[in-house]
């Protein structure tokens, strides 16, 4: 299937080329390039735009394994205080009813 893809890209660029071969003048300021074929010209704009879009592909993916650690680092942390959490000993309901009622006293109280 790679080959087949392959020949179909190399018929369509060897039409290309012999349907542009038309010779061209390449100005860029004070730069002038003469006779180059206008096939050459097109090929190399999009092989230059192809190279950008790389690089800058391959940068970004540098902030993108920053934010994956950021996060991985995240949610380590997150786990560690959830098994914290599981493993705090339990205090007595007793307890905390005992606490509840004297509030509960204290507001009724001051209502009256």
Known sequence: MKLILFIALLVIGILFATQNNTLVTLKYYNFVLNDVTLYSVILLSIFIGFIGGVLYSYFDGFKVKAK????????????????NLRTLPLTSDADDSDELMTEEEDIVKAIE
């Open 68 to 83: 994956l650690k950021n996060e991985r680092k995240l949610r380590k942390e997150l786990e560690e205080e959830i098994e």
